[in-house]
């Protein structure tokens, strides 16, 4: 219809439901005319009398011909995907169209066939019929479109519904004017009234659904930017790790070496010495170069579950830094989300780290369990603890970085230190903190 607001794409539903309405349409109507075909109707006189002449082959062939025309020739053309491929926008308008039209037609082409004069009853049965099945077409204009066309649909039915009506005249009479006005103009109250609600709750959804594709984007976005901020925190991690092993290392291989050279000629003993210092910081630099790479290339959570993989990192760090360990790890944790272990191994990691490369602890004790609906890390230590004032100091990264962990997942994470005093890191998750 004109004035339709044509787009390429068809709202999901739209056409399925069109299609259904219209196949149920052509069920009722043929088994209508089946009906007045065989069986008798018990009405007054004047309706009988005309129901016998429709009921002649010639009212029975136009009423088949005007169903399979209509609603039988519409279904097909709505089940047939090429034509919506090669109509394009105008696929759905002369879907709409054709059921709307139809229906208007179909009683006055049967008058003018019958070519008696019509019962007014009939012609108000007509009428209500005829606006019965205009709610198709009206529901998909309302659904598809605004409620501009839908006031257009509701003028083009009126205007064409008047002008058959006073052609028509001759075959219906003056008289019965006035009653099939008053139908008509119910029928366009009707339609305005239900029209309008299906455009607003079809707006509100469009709405919804709008809202929901743009908090999707941004929910992908902050994903992407978490994805990014954990990349550069583990590539922050592996700097330190590698500046801890590597630069200390070879800064102290060098020293030793500028040594070696100034002695190695005028105290051969002494440059020996240096020489097999160099070589064992050498060694140990690589030993712990390549544990820094399989850390980085072993997948301890995918191969262990959290449990193991804390007390095998809990392991390995105590060996590194001869510090005395005590474990107290639930070995089941229940069924935790893959991104929550993620961030308490990584935690956990870095409070290790802290231990073994700051604190100067001689015991720590890491703790992890499940009680209730709560999971908690505890790492704590007997090292020489620092001052809590300094915990937002940009030169605690590692600290930082838990903090952004913890609450990155809906964590809490606490510090508590004092210098001499040791430090206690609690991490926590779910529950009621």
Not at 100 to 120: A, K, M, R
Not at 125 to 144: D, H, K, M, N, Y
Not at 388 to 401: A, I, S, T
Not at 404 to 410: D, K, L, Q, S, T
């Amino acid at each position: 219809m004109r004035g339709m607001k044509h787009t390429t794409e068809l709202e999901p539903g739209v056409l399925p439901t069109f299609r259904l309405f219209i196949g149920v349409q052509l069920l009722i109507s043929s088994l209508g005319a089946i009906a007045h075909w065989l069986i008798p109707l018990h009405t007054p006189t004047e309706i009988i009398k005309h129901l016998s002449a429709i009921a002649s082959t010639t009212a029975i062939f136009t009423q088949f011909t005007i169903i399979a025309l209509g609603s039988g020739l519409l279904f097909i053309y709505l089940s047939l995907p090429a034509l919506g491929q090669m109509l394009k926008s105008f696929y759905l308008p002369i879907g709409i169209a054709w059921a709307t039209v139809v229906p208007i037609l179909s009683p006055f082409i049967e008058f003018h066939v019958d070519g008696s004069n019509i019962p007014e009853l009939l012609l108000q049965t007509a009428l209500w019929q005829q606006t019965i099945l205009l709610f198709i077409p009206l529901i998909v204009v309302s659904w598809r479109y605004s409620i501009q066309q839908v006031i257009l649909f509701c003028g083009l039915t009126s205007a064409l519904n008047l002008a058959l009506l006073f052609s028509s005249t001759a075959l219906i009479g003056r008289d019965p004017l006035r009653s099939l006005l008053g139908i008509l103009f119910v029928q366009v109250v009707a339609f305005l009234l239900v029209g309008h609600m299906i455009v607003y709750l079809m707006n509100i959804q469009r709405g919804q659904r709008r809202r929901l594709t743009e908090a999707n984007e941004r929910l992908a976005q902050h994903a992407s930017i978490v994805e990014q901020l954990t990349i550069t925190r583990e590539r922050n991690r592996l700097a330190r790790e590698l500046h801890d092993v590597l630069a200390h290392t070879l800064s102290g291989v060098a020293v030793e070496l500028e040594g070696l050279r100034a002695t190695m000629h005028r105290d051969p003993e002494q440059a020996t010495s240096l020489l097999d210092h160099s070589l064992q910081a050498i060694r140990e630099g690589l030993t712990e170069t390549r544990r820094t790479l399989q850390e980085l290339r072993a997948k301890p959570l995918e191969d262990l579950g959290l449990a193991l993989a804390v007390r095998t990192l809990a392991e390995s760090y105590a060996e590194r830094a001869d510090v005395h360990i005590e474990l107290d790890i639930d070995q089941d944790l229940g069924d935790i989300p893959a991104e929550v272990q993620q961030s308490v191994y990584r935690i956990a990691q870095e409070a290790l780290a802290n231990v073994a490369d700051h604190a100067q602890a001689q015991t720590a004790r890491v703790i992890l369990k499940q009680e209730r609906d709560q999971l908690q890390l505890i790492v704590r230590d007997d090292g020489c603890g620092f001052d809590p004032k300094e915990f937002n100091d940009k030169r605690h990264y590692g600290l930082l970085g838990m903090r952004e962990r913890a609450e990155m997942i809906g964590g809490h994470l606490s510090v508590e230190s004092q210098a001499g005093k040791g430090t206690q890191i609690l991490f926590s998750y779910g529950g009621d903190r």
